[in-house]
């Protein structure tokens, strides 16, 4: 750390100190951060509107695998990698684990695709049809297998299913036939397995979807048992939803099973995280430090980044999220809880209010320049991931080449 910033990095641990805050737990907290980057965020997407391809993109599941470790050289704290079934496929997966991990990664989440396929026009485990239901167990049942091979801990799904007219199909059926497909899931899940249940508002439904907010979801998961947990996309709510708040309750309910990071202006838009919005993921933040501080399922929360950057090169657009993750977790450490809790005893809102402000306010970089020095990893991750020509190496050995990408 150059004399400039280890100066500031004293000032700003005094002023911590005197908050009462202890600067060595909170660097500890962030030098234990573990956010998940996805394998479809380093390669070719788009809109309904088109793909624009972008040079040097990964295709091959060693090509994305080779971008996230790369991400986690810069960052310290993005060491696993979620999984997208069929658009990850290899013939080894005991061979892809060991090519993980000789990268520095384990694989983390494996979400399995029950949108893409032809089949799937009415639905899959809500799907009117029984043999469509079932085509769409047999994969989540292969997604399973997998899942026992990569060693991952939790089977993340999202679900495409839902109507787009009135009338289309009954909504209870429907409800009823997914309480029923998942129940089949859960059975298959081995004991040290977990099931993230993803909601969504609309898209690509566009009358009702079938796991539409948070407290279906959240139904579900009670009705299935422990082992399944809602996931928290932040786009796939409505304008102006409270998605703090949802945090808050799914974390006192123990049913919060972790996030899909990304930021949105308008719908699902799987924008950088952080970029529309940072007030709402360091509030998003808060909740999860008063429950670290309270009740730590911290280990339990599985932190992903989902999303899709359709004009900014993507291995930067992802280490510019792992970024913003990690910043709103330090500022959110910095709070100063005692004066907060002692502002809301007195119904003091304006001070309350100020302990979350002057935290959001505070430049953290010092504290992050210092955790990264103890990782071991640049000051600067977006500088060092320019300057290390990681893009352009890429860029040249991946042009040209006939790979097929494994798409469902
Ligand atoms: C889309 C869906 C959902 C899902 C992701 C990966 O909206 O967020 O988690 O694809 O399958 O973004
Ligand atoms: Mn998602
Ligand atoms: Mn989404």
Not at 4 to 17: D, F, I, N, S
Not at 79 to 93: E, F, G, K, T
Not at 331 to 354: F, H, N, S, T
């Amino acid at each position: 750390m150059n004399s400039e910033m280890q100066g500031k990095y004293e000032r700003l641990a005094a002023t911590l100190k005197a908050r009462g805050l202890d600067v060595q737990l909170i660097e500890g907290r962030l030098k234990s951060q573990h956010i998940e980057t996805p394998s479809w965020g380093y390669a070719d997407s788009g809109t309904r509107f088109g793909v624009f391809p972008q040079p040097g993109a990964a295709v091959t599941l060693s090509e994305k695998l080779r971008d996230a470790a790369h991400v986690h050289r810069m960052t310290g704290i993005a060491p696993s990698v979620a999984l997208h079934i069929l658009w990850d496929m290899v013939d080894d997966w005991q061979a892809l684990r060991q090519e993980a991990e000789g990268l520095g990664l384990t694989i983390g989440a494996i979400n399995p695709n029950l949108f893409q396929d032809e089949a799937y026009r009415f639905g899959s485990l809500a799907a009117p049809d029984p043999t469509v239901r079932r085509k769409a167990l047999d994969h989540v049942a292969q997604c399973i297998e997998i899942m026992k091979q990569v060693d991952s801990r939790d089977l993340s799904l999202w679900l495409a299913d839902g109507t787009n007219y009135p009338g289309q199909d009954d909504l209870r059926c429907r409800k009823r036939r997914l309480e029923e497909s998942l129940a089949q899931i859960y059975t298959m899940l081995p004991d040290d397995k977990r099931l993230l249940v993803e909601y969504k508002f609309f898209e690509p439904a566009f009358y009702a979807t079938d796991i539409p907010d948070w407290g279906m979801a959240l139904l579900l998961c009670n009705k299935l048992g422990e082992r399944a947990r809602v996931l928290v996309d932040l786009g796939h709510h409505a304008q102006g939803v409270n998605i703090e708040q949802i945090v808050a309750t799914l974390l006192d309910e123990k049913k919060l099973g972790g996030f899909h990071f990304n930021d949105r202006k308008y719908a699902d838009d799987d924008l950088t995280t952080g970029s529309i919005n940072p007030y709402e993921l360091f509030l998003v933040f808060h909740e999860l430090v008063t429950s670290e501080l309270n009740d730590d399922q911290g280990s339990q929360i599985a932190y992903m980044i989902d999303q899709t950057h359709l004009l900014k090169p993507r291995v930067e657009a992802m280490i510019q999220s792992v970024l913003a993750i990690q910043r709103a977790y330090a500022k959110a450490l910095i709070v100063d809880r005692e004066a907060l809790a002692a502002a809301q005893a007195d119904g003091d809102i304006i001070a309350a209010e100020e302990c979350l402000v002057s935290a959001f306010n505070t430049d953290v970089e010092p504290l992050l320049v210092k955790v990264r020095d103890d990782l071991g990893v640049p000051a600067d991750p977006l500088q060092a991931h320019r300057e290390s020509g990681y893009q352009e190496q890429i860029a040249r050995e991946r042009a040209g080449r006939k790979v097929q990408p494994t798409l469902g």
